[in-house]
């Protein structure tokens, strides 16, 4: 079980999450060519190592935040808003 | 008033209006005036003015217990402001679980700490009870406001008492 520190609520349990994938990735705008759509829709990075990723407290305040956490100790190094930039932590993406 | 631990009772609530107000600050600055608050509840915490009850469930989120059954005031308070004002009476169904030990009946189901430090007296948060999503709110240090959404609410009912039972069993054979 993580223990999720919502940017709003605080800190709670896993289970009132969901997974909401890799974060920062833009949508493209409507002239977007059938490579770029592809890459928007299925590409990701699957890092080792430091990820941002969208988390959704679906049973708490219903909102959608940011998280940086190291997929290889599932250790969460910050949380933030979506919207702001990716925080500096100092360690090797 | 159905006790289902030594000292603690589980009620269900009558019908009531609830509305749920999605809207940036000033959409929640013009609700909690139309309810006589003098502002918008901090997050996680509920507040009561002569017009209602308003729970801070999200940062753009109140629920809103109108005190006359009325939304009137709010459709007016709100009617030039970006907003959605949506009634969800129908999908909820409220408990009040009260007693001694009603903080540890809640904490056999859910993983908050429901210390009166941790969970103060007049704070509200969406959680889980066991895998059924509920709004639970102190309005007294012994005292639960439990809101689960209809179809749920046997199976939270019956959960509560299980606990209750066992609590009780446990304070029988010590
Ligand atoms: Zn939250």
């Known amino acids: 079980m993580l223990l999720i520190d919502c940017p709003y609520c605080g800190p709670r349990a896993e289970i009132e999450f969901a997974y909401g994938g890799e974060a920062h990735i833009v949508r493209p705008a409507a002239d977007v060519s059938e490579a770029e759509w592809e890459a928007f829709l299925y590409l990701r990075d699957n890092t080792k190592g430091v990820l941002a990723e969208r988390w959704r407290h679906s049973h708490g305040c219903g909102r959608f935040f940011n998280a940086l956490r190291d997929t290889r100790t599932d250790r969460f190094l910050a949380f933030y808003e979506i919207g702001t930039p990716r925080p500096e932590t100092g360690e090797a993406a | 008033m159905v006790e289902i631990a030594e000292g603690c009772t589980l009620d269900s609530l009558p019908p009531m209006i609830r509305l749920v107000l ?30 209602g009850q308003a729970l801070r469930l999200g940062p753009f ?114």
């Open chain 2, 22 to 51: 999605q809207g940036r600050a000033a959409a929640l600055d013009a609700a909690a005036g139309a309810l006589g608050l003098d502002a918008v509840p901090p997050l996680l915490r509920a507040a009561s003015g002569a017009g």
């Open chain 2, 61 to 174: 989120e109140l629920m809103i217990l109108p005190a006359l059954g009325s939304r009137a005031g709010l459709d007016a308070a709100l009617a030039a402001l970006p907003h959605s004002l949506v009634d969800v009476s129908d999908r909820h169904v409220g408990f009040v679980l009260e007693g001694a030990r009603a903080a540890d009946i809640l904490a056999g189901l859910c993983p908050l700490d429901f210390a009166p430090s941790s969970f103060p007296v007049g704070m509200v948060t969406r959680t889980l009870l066991d895998k059924a999503g509920a709004a639970i709110w102190r309005t007294g240090a012994q005292t639960f406001h439990i809101e689960v959404w209809r179809s749920f609410a046997p199976y939270v009912e019956a959960q509560l008492r299980e606990v209750g039972r066992g609590i009780s069993f446990s304070l029988l054979s010590v």
